[in-house]
């Protein structure tokens, strides 16, 4: 099975970018300054205007992994379906430190991804168990540490043997020498941002740095699952 690899998009541009590199799957955020919140609903329209690949939609609406309070978050979820969006990135933590998601009902029967709030929660065995029972959930987006995939290596490739649940999406700090390890346990699907802009969040998505990510997955068949 070829890898997956999602790439991050704050606009059109980025995406066609990302499509013509050989990415499998978008992200759209805004707001990277802020670790991510939810795009606007003009770049979504544009968005999937401009191409044709998965393109999952961001739900955060605040710094932090906090629980979204009142109906926001769930109305804006249900105007993204509306306009095509049936894919999307969420997870929050409470207080405590464990997993904590809002009752959003606009994404029954939608597919989406876990976000790195587990990789802040206090009790990472116990947010996982939760995680796994979680209608819906197919992707769990995650460095295996707050500090980035190179601390999480070693619990990545841990988590990586166990078949159960959503799927590891290895992302946050992701560098081209973790690749080999991480395929070699079995991960096979990756997240990409910074490390395809050749100048930071002010530049686009770079076609050619897309592709070499593409190469560098295509190149590193899994051995040990």
């Known amino acids: 099975m070829q890898p997956i690899l999602e790439v991050i998009a704050l606009n059109a541009v980025d995406a066609r970018a990302a499509q013509e590199g050989g990415a499998d799957r978008i992200e759209l955020v805004a707001g990277m300054s802020r670790d991510g919140l939810s795009p606007d609903l003009e770049t979504f329209t544009q968005v999937k205007a401009a191409t044709e690949i998965a393109v ?4 955060r609406d605040r710094d932090g992994f906090g629980r979204p309070a009142g109906t926001g978050l769930n109305d804006r979820a249900a105007a993204f379906r509306r306009a095509g969006a049936d894919e999307f990135v969420l997870g929050f933590l409470d207080a405590d430190g464990a997993v904590d998601l809002p009752p959003l009902e606009a994404l029954d029967g939608c597919a989406w991804t876990f976000h790195r709030a587990v990789d802040h929660a206090a009790d990472r065995a116990a947010a996982l168990r939760v995680i796994r029972a979680l209608p819906g959930v197919d992707y769990l987006l995650t460095a295996g540490s707050p500090a ?6 070693e619990v990545l490739r841990a988590e990586a ?5 959503p799927r ?10 973790h690749v080999a390890p991480l395929r070699a346990a079995g991960v096979d699907a990756f997240h990409v941002g910074s490390g395809v802009r050749r100048g930071g969040w002010d530049s686009p998505v770079d076609a050619d740095l897309v592709r070499s990510w593409r190469s560098l997955l295509d190149a590193h068949p899994p051995t040990d699952k």
């Open 56 to 59: 999952r939609v961001m739900l």
């Open 148 to 153: 980035g995939v190179g601390a999480g290596l």
């Open 161 to 165: 043997t166990r078949a159960a649940g």
């Open 168 to 177: 590891i999406l290895a992302g946050g700090g992701l560098l081209p020498e």
